[in-house]
T-cell receptor, first 112, second 111 residues
Framework: KAGVTQTPRYLIKTRGQQVTLSCSPISGHRSVSWYQQTPGQGLQFLFEYFSETQRNKGNFPGRFSGRQFSNSRSEMNVSTLELGDSALYLC???????????FGSGTQLSVL | AQSVTQPDIHITVSEGASLELRCNYSYGATPYLFWYVQSPGQGLQLLLKYFSGDTLVQGIKGFEAEFKRSQSSFNLRKPSVHWSDAAEYFCAVGGDYKLSFGAGTTVTVRA
């Protein structure tokens, strides 16, 4: 069974640009959640989707958005990038939210 | 609101010695509690999980954790550490369709 796939693996952008990150969950997993990992802040919850519905959102500005498609694949978008958005963005999937999360390798975003 | 505190930022332990990582949580209802490990260059991997039942939970790689409701704690232990246990360990509490992670504890293993 293939794991959680995140693309791209690395991304370099400049301030003011926007970026879209993609996540393909494990087959059969309908819950997809996103986390931002930085050395100073640790792992911070961004949002969780289940069957195309966002069920919870973390304390991030509106520049951070996401969506889930009918095949459970998910994307997150960050508009008007700031230097502080540089981080590892992790996607995780699970059968349901309080079950074991399977994490992808992440997308390392650098904003210059 | 749910939150997790891991009081120890960094722990150094000798190979073969025992290890205990502390975790305190805050959550209004019965919590789902997790320990994840992140090794250099590798993704996050679940070590163990607790929701109900026996308060001593066995996980992978010889780890165990004990849930103590009265102390709001979920400490992780391993009787004998191997060099491959060097990693960052995260405690998390689940609820409201999200996990809240602690800041993590980095474990260094010395020969």
């Amino acid at each position: 069974k293939a794991g959680v796939t995140q693309t791209p693996r690395y991304l370099i952008k400049t301030r003011g640009q926007q970026v879209t990150l993609s996540c393909s969950p494990i087959s059969g997993h309908r819950s997809v959640s996103w986390y931002q990992q930085t050395p100073g802040q640790g792992l911070q919850f961004l949002f969780e989707y289940f069957s195309e519905t966002q069920r919870n959102k973390g304390n991030f500005p509106g520049r951070f958005s996401g969506r889930q498609f009918s095949n459970s694949r998910s994307e997150m978008n960050v508009s008007t990038l700031e230097l502080g958005d540089s981080a590892l963005y992790l996607c995780a999937s699970s059968v349901s939210v309080n079950e074991k999360l399977f994490f992808g390798s992440g997308t390392q975003l650098s904003v210059l | 609101a749910q939150s997790v505190t891991q009081p120890d930022i960094h722990i150094t332990v000798s190979e073969g010695a025992s290890l205990e990582l502390r975790c305190n949580y805050s959550y209004g209802a019965t919590p789902y509690l997790f320990w994840y490990v992140q090794s250099p260059g590798q993704g996050l991997q679940l070590l163990l999980k607790y929701f109900s039942g026996d308060t001593l939970v066995q996980g992978i790689k010889g780890f165990e954790a004990e849930f103590k409701r009265s102390q709001s704690s979920f400490n992780l232990r391993k009787p004998s550490v191997h060099w491959s246990d060097a990693a960052e360990y995260f405690c998390a509490v689940g609820g409201d369709y999200k996990l809240s992670f602690g800041a993590g504890t980095t474990v260094t293993v010395r020969a």
